[in-house]
């Protein structure tokens, strides 16, 4: 059975603290992706890396950094937590898309969210 | 700007009764057509997905989709709902060109016993 594990599901940090969201998933994907989930916005993606060590910059990046030293885990850092920062968020992962066209199967894994709060 | 619209923010139906959710895509050529479902305070399950062929998808949980290129749609649908159906529906494309998926913002769905 397929698993993006998200290391805590509940977190509450403080203004000003660095904090670390864990990711890892047993799949062998070379996709993975990290979002964040507000009321009304749907899903906007924060980073995302095709392979080890390789990241880009999403719709929402300011704020965050990343990590992909292994391929297995993908870590999300908030470098200075605040509280606009409060939110759901959600890491995933995907199959490398093939080329000339080729489309593996690139649906998506989710792990079960870390809800984050800033106070 | 490729986008996503999902024009509901919430559904309500009795149970038993039918659902149809509604998706609509901003992209020149087919993409790849996603639903995934996320039940309260989890991450999000894939329902079902579209890439090419029969444009009528079935998916898990007595879920099906149709893929409508003239409209660029492609609503969820599912015959009878149950209690259990309760959650957030999300319709996300995937364009050729891109590793991304562009979401959108959901559809909340709430069941009347």
């Known amino acids: 059975d397929v698993k993006v594990t998200q290391s805590s599901r509940y977190l509450v940090k403080r203004t000003g603290e660095k904090v670390f969201l864990e990711c890892v998933q047993d799949?062998?994907?070379?996709?993975m992706f990290w979002y964040r989930q507000d009321p009304g916005l749907g899903l906007r993606l924060i980073y995302f890396s095709y392979d080890v060590k390789m990241k880009e910059k999403g719709d929402i990046p300011e704020g965050y950094s990343v990590s992909r030293e292994k391929k297995e885990r993908f870590s999300l850092i908030l470098e200075s937590a605040s509280t606009n920062q409060t939110s759901m968020y959600l890491c995933?992962?995907?199959?490398?898309?093939?080329?000339?066209?080729?489309?593996?199967?690139?649906?998506?894994?989710f792990g079960q969210g870390t809800r984050l709060t800033v106070v | 700007a490729q986008s996503v619209t999902q024009p509901d923010i919430h559904i309500t139906v009795s149970e038993g009764a039918s659902l149809e959710l509604r998706c609509n895509y901003s992209?020149?050529?087919?993409?790849?057509l996603f639903w995934y479902v996320q039940s309260p305070g989890q991450g999000l399950q894939l329902l079902l997905k579209y890439f090419s062929g029969d444009t009528l998808v079935q998916g898990i949980k007595g879920f099906e989709a149709e893929f409508k290129r003239s409209q660029s749609s492609f609503n969820l649908r599912k015959p009878s709902v149950h209690w259990s159906d309760a959650a957030e529906y999300f319709c996300?494309?995937?364009?050729?060109?891109?590793?991304?998926?562009?979401w959108g913002a959901g559809t909340k769905l709430i069941i009347k016993p």
């Open positions: 992209y020149g050529a087919t993409p790849y």
């Open positions: 995933a992962s995907s199959l490398f898309r093939g080329g000339g066209g080729a489309l593996l199967n690139t649906e998506a894994f």
């Open positions: 799949m062998d994907h070379e996709n």
């Open positions: 996300a494309v995937a364009p050729d060109s891109n590793y991304q998926l562009i």
